[in-house]
């Protein structure tokens, strides 16, 4: 991939953009592969409960396919229903904290969105081997410690078993202790992961960056917060005073 190296940012600074073809649909770019098209971006369907009522069925619409193309979906908010052409999904009403993973040449819609949706999308062209998942609630995963980790966890919502590539929610407790007891920023190990792209959404809470990078030394992020590793790219140490939630992709290309 070529995506730009990005540390943490608002994306409430990017504007929204009509989707061209999609009326009632709206994206932010976070970054974008010039070279392949990948990108990951925000989102936003307005409501279309209207579309339903005044049809009295479920309205005509368009089924999704990307030949080429990884498609991660994360619902932020609102609502989506499925009206599926496959008889598993159809019919099916999906919300914040929702996932999927549809591999290239997977089938999926259409949609509607009775109260307006906000989703982040990962869409990546390279080969993995990730499982096909439609939307299902992530609520149902439990928790589990990250080894080395202490105070920190995770849900893997997606993984390839031949490269460790994974998608996950990485959730951090509150440690504002621990720069209350030290009286200055206490130290914490650099991060690398020298062969994988990482990307992170920040979902809720607060992060705190003591960063060897003075460009981000002391920076404060919060739900809505984006960004984009490229491997070699060194980042934290990082604290969570209020405690994060936190969307993660982490890609290894071959």
């Known amino acids: 991939m070529s995506k730009p190296e990005l540390e943490f940012f608002n994306t409430e600074i990017i504007p929204w953009k009509p989707i061209e073809g999609s009326p009632g649909q709206y994206e932010k770019i976070l970054s974008m592969d010039p070279e392949t098209g990948s990108h990951t971006r925000l989102l936003l369907s307005e409501p279309d409960l209207d579309k339903l009522v005044l049809a009295k069925e479920i309205p005509p619409g368009k089924i999704l396919n990307h030949d080429d193309t990884w498609e991660e979906v994360f619902v932020l908010s609102g609502t989506g229903f499925g009206t599926e052409f496959n008889e598993t999904f159809r019919n099916r009403t999906y919300k914040a904290g929702f996932y999927a993973c549809r591999p290239p040449g997977m089938n999926h819609g259409p949609f509607l969105h009775p109260t307006g949706a906000l989703c982040l999308e990962v869409r990546t062209k390279a080969k993995m081997s990730k499982p096909e998942l439609e939307f299902f609630n ?43 007891l030290a009286k200055e920023i206490p130290p914490g190990k650099i991060l690398n992961h020298d062969d994988t792209w990482e990307e992170v959404f920040v979902l809720s809470g607060t992060g705190f960056g003591t960063e060897f990078n003075e460009t981000f030394r002391n920076r404060t992020y919060k739900a809505g917060f984006y960004a984009c590793r490229p491997p070699g790219m060194k980042h934290g140490p990082f604290l969570h005073p209020t405690g994060a939630l936190c969307f993660e992709v982490r890609t290894k290309i071959k």
Do not use: A, N
């Open 138 to 180: 992530t609520e149902i995963i439990p928790w589990k410690p990250i080894e080395g980790s202490p105070g920190q966890y995770e849900k893997i919502l997606s993984m390839d078993p031949e490269t460790g590539s994974h998608t996950r929610l990485l959730l951090s407790e509150p440690d504002l202790d621990k720069l209350v």
